[in-house]
C-alpha cells in the first residue's frame, strides 16, 4: 500500500502508522486479539494517526460476540444452536457444523 497524494504526513510517520497496523492484524491472525478488539485497535490508531479527521469510534452491540446471532438468524435457528455449531465447526470440522445445523432446522420444521 502507498501513501495517498493527499495525505499531509512524511513517510516516517506513514510507515510507522502502517506498521502498527500490520501489527495489529498479526496478533489478530495469531489469535492474540478478538475481531472487535482488532477493529477497535485499527480505528485507535488511525484515530491517533489521522487526529479529529478519523471516523467515529466503534460501538459494541451489547454482546459478547456478535457472529452467533448474525449467523443464527441468517439460518433460522436460535443463537444458542448457532453457538454449539460454531464450536463443533471448530473442533469437527464443515461436517459437525452442518450436521449440528441440520438436527436443529429438521427439529423446527
Do not use: C
Not at 477497535?40 to 490508531?45: F, G, N, S, Y
Not at 471516523?55 to 454449539?84: C, N
Amino acid at each position: 500500500m502507498t501513501q495517498r497524494d493527499d495525505d499531509e504526513h512524511t513517510a516516517d510517520q506513514y510507515a510507522y502508522h502502517m506498521t502498527a497496523i500490520s501489527d495489529i492484524l498479526q496478533r489478530w491472525r495469531d489469535g492474540d486479539l478478538a475481531t472487535y478488539e482488532k477493529r477497535k485497535a485499527i480505528a485507535d490508531e488511525n484515530r491517533y494517526y489521522y487526529g479529529d479527521r478519523a471516523e467515529p469510534p466503534l460501538t459494541r452491540l451489547g454482546r459478547r460476540y456478535e457472529l452467533p446471532g448474525v449467523l443464527a438468524e441468517a439460518a433460522g435457528v436460535p443463537e444458542d444452536v448457532m453457538v454449539i455449531a460454531l464450536n463443533a465447526r471448530r473442533h469437527g470440522g464443515a461436517e459437525a457444523f452442518g450436521d449440528v445445523l441440520g438436527t436443529a432446522i429438521r427439529r423446527r420444521a
